[in-house]
């Protein structure tokens, strides 16, 4: 699995760096979610996020068809999030808050 995760990982980045304006401002997170299933979550500059979603989110749309083919070629599901660098330090918030 871990041999999966660092290919899908590579193919993540590959995509996405030639998509963006900062790709050194780019982050890749993955966490299992679920036995045996992914969640990937790229963390980028504000503006990048807007340019990686496109118009009618066609962009990123396309992005986790490949993702998930790639992946299910394996028998993987895996699910994207795409986020700013301010919504997942808020989402971190909100998730580490005490209930």
Sequence with gaps: MQALVARLKDFLQYVTASLIDE???A????????????R???VL???DVAILIGREGH????IRRMLKAAAGMH???????IHSHE???A????EQAPR
Aim: hydrophobic fraction near 50%; aromatic fraction near 2%.
């Design 23 to 25: 790709p050194g401002h």
């Design 27 to 38: 982050q890749i997170k993955v966490a299992e979610i679920a036995p045996g299933v992914l």
């Design 40 to 42: 990937f979550t790229l």
């Design 45 to 47: 500059v504000q503006r």
């Design 59 to 62: 962009t990123a749309a396309a």
């Design 75 to 81: 028998g993987v599901p895996v699910l994207l999030r």
């Design 87 to 89: 919504e997942e330090t």
């Design 91 to 94: 989402l971190a918030a909100t």
